[in-house]
Each structure stands twice: as C-alpha cells, then as structure tokens.
C-alpha cells in the first residue's frame, strides 16, 4: 500500500501528465518528488528560465557565540563563498546581512529591518531588493527565486535539484499561479522546498517569484519562514542529508571543516 509523503515509485510525479493512475498533477499529488528522477524530455529548451536568489545571511549566531556563520572557514571558502558558489547561476544574487560581509563584484547587498529580525524579513527585504534591482535596470522580474541559508556548504547538488524541479514545472500546468489569491488552496503550488530524512528545510527552495513576493509582503519581523512558505504549497524534493548538513553549532563546524572564522563580528 502506497503511503502519502513517500516519493511515488511510478516515477511520474513532476511531469506535465500527472499521475498515471490517479489522474492528478503534480500539484495536488501527495507524493514528494524526487527532482532527480524527472524525465529529461519535460526539461525546456533555450535559455528562457530566469531565477534569482537570495541568501539569509545575517542571523545572531547566538549557538556559536555570536561568531558570524559566513565568516567560517575550511582554510579555502567561506560559508558564505559556498552559498553564493551554489546559486552562481542566479540572476541577480542578493546577499541579506551586514554592510561589513564581503561580497564580490555583482552580488547585492540588503539588510533586513531591523536588523536580526530572523529569516522570514530577510527573505521579504531579499525579493523587494530583487524588485527594486530590476526596476532600476529597467529589466523583468525573474521567474523563479532560490531561498538559501548561508550554512550549508555541500548544498550546490541540492540547488541542482532544485533548479531541475522548477524547470520542469515550465511544463507544467499546474505550477503557473502568480496571483496571491490562489495560494489560499491546494490546487496549485508556487514552488519546491527540500526534505531530508523527515526534515523540511525552509531555507533550501526555489519559488515562483510573484508568488512568494506576495506572502512575504508584510509581517515578517521574528515571523516563522514556515508558516509563510506553506501559503505557497511547495511541492517536497528529496534531499541527502549530506547535502543540506547546516551550522549551527560549533560541533556542526568540526563535522563539516569550517572552524576558523575570517572575521569576528558584524
């Protein structure tokens, strides 16, 4: 008997027909979809996906002593190098933190207010710095927008993942709202977040610009990222739990490599 929250094992979760035997897209299906596992023929062709990204980075870091998460080191990159490595692809990358984090050539810079406010008004000021970016450059909104912590360093397959989950959703009819009224339900979904062992990750995701826009628009001060994200109705993509390894904590930064900190406060 198939259990809903597994990933369906006919494999046609994410594709333009739905279910085979159930008739349903992939926006009302039960099932997580597996990214890696969607066919390559529902893949579009050309250049037109657009995706920007943006990055939380400017969290307390209260579990490791206030010491900046992006500031830590494997003797090679930073945090926050990793984390804007993994979403290269973007356009454009929006970095939510200090004025002191060191960004490259390109990469935006906004600050959630007030700053420390927690992720869900960094994410808001992150998307209305991309409006705002756009405007200016008098070029179109993106079509997708990847959510990411700064804390995952191996999270580049993840973004893949993602990235290839959205792309077929090009193709499919049942992932086109942009229209905040229609989030309400769950006949359609605005985008894909990840799951590892059982665990969700709010800040590993990709979603219909417009649409996570929109609930992120207002009361977001010390507001769970969760419970916006949900309005959304993403849709679940199984993740390895090496992949989304987070720091949080110092033990964490042992396991993973990154214990020198390359700056000591923000």
Known sequence: MLVPGQWCPLGCAGTSAGCRPCGRSASLCGWI????????SVLPAGGDFSCAAVVVAG??????????????SDGTNTLLDCALEAVAAASPRVVVGPESLPLPTGVLRTREDPPF???????HAGLECIAADCERSQTPLPSWCLILGVDTPR????????????????????????????????ESSAGFWGV????????????????????????????????????????AVQMSAA????????????????????????
């Open 59 to 72: 969290g307390a870091s209260r579990r490791l002593n206030h010491v900046p998460k992006a500031s830590l």
């Open 243 to 266: 992949d989304t390894a987070d720091v949080d904590t110092w033990e964490q930064a042992q396991a993973l490599g990154y214990t020198t900190s390359l700056w000591s406060s923000y």
């Open 196 to 235: 590892s062992e059982g665990i969700y990750q709010p800040l590993v995701g990709i979603y219909r610009f417009e649409a996570i826009r929109s609930v992120f628009s207002a009361g977001t001060t010390n507001a769970s990222v969760r419970s916006f994200l949900r309005r959304l109705n993403p849709v």
């Open 33 to 40: 979809m597996r990214a890696d596992k969607i066919p390559g």
């Open 155 to 186: 999270i580049a397959p993840a973004v893949q993942l993602l990235i290839t989950a959205a792309r077929s959703a090009e193709r499919t009819a049942g992932f086109s709202p942009t229209d905040s009224e229609s989030f309400e339900g769950a």
């Open 117 to 123: 406010s927690g992720p869900a008004a960094a994410i």
